[in-house]
């Protein structure tokens, strides 16, 4: 019995650590087995704001099209032939907001052992905290038409600490992995 006691506050953690699946927004009319090549449009990488030196950089859209293209290559999705028209045109979009969540610390309660216990009110503080998103958007467009075919996002809190390179990649290609893991549509 007590094992159980002990197992279920693990199971309880991992559940917790489970974000919820990407919900893709797709176009159901299309057929995506028809569609066997890929390439980035112009321009591949987007960010907003436009000027925040921690999205616009070669190096950050270069990680986020060398993890775009590792995932599309696992999913039999080839760059077209030279001289030929890609099947989808892929574009991605990094995007920071502010955003803000209250945090409730509670306190106070009972004190001491049986009978001689002293029972404190308890009191709940609760506080408003700024944090910054980033957010990742994946989109998908046909080349024949150039309608929006697919589209995707994830997105995790940025850390108020500098991160190295290694965090960075490992960051985007976590952000893109969540993202194209639900492509193509069943």
């Known amino acids: 019995m007590r094992r159980l006691f002990l197992l279920l506050p693990a199971v309880l ?3 917790a650590c489970q974000g919820a699946a990407v919900q893709p927004d797709y176009d ?3 057929n995506f087995g028809d569609y066997r090549t890929w390439q980035f449009d112009d321009p591949a990488v987007s960010s907003r704001p436009e000027n925040d030196p921690r999205l616009t950089g070669e190096l950050t859209s270069e990680r986020v099209k060398d993890s775009v293209s590792n995932q599309m290559e696992l999913r039999g ?3 077209p032939a030279a ?4 099947d989808l045109k892929v574009k991605a979009y990094l995007m920071i907001e502010n ?4 945090v409730s610390t509670s306190f106070g309660g009972y004190w001491g052992t049986g009978w001689g216990g002293f029972w404190g009110g308890p009191s709940i503080q609760t506080q408003s905290v700024d944090y910054k998103e980033l957010i990742l958007q994946i989109d998908m467009l046909d080349s024949s038409d150039g309608k929006l075919v697919w589209r995707g996002s994830e997105s995790e809190s940025m850390s108020e600490r500098p991160q190295t390179p290694a965090k960075r990649e490992e960051q985007i290609n976590r952000l893109v992995g969540k993202i194209l893991g639900s492509f ?3």
């Open 13 to 15: 953690l991992i559940a």
């Open 28 to 30: 159901v009319s299309r």
């Open 77 to 79: 999705l080839r760059p």
């Open 83 to 86: 001289g030929q028209n890609a």
């Open 99 to 102: 955003r803000q969540d209250n």
């Open 184 to 186: 193509p549509p069943n």
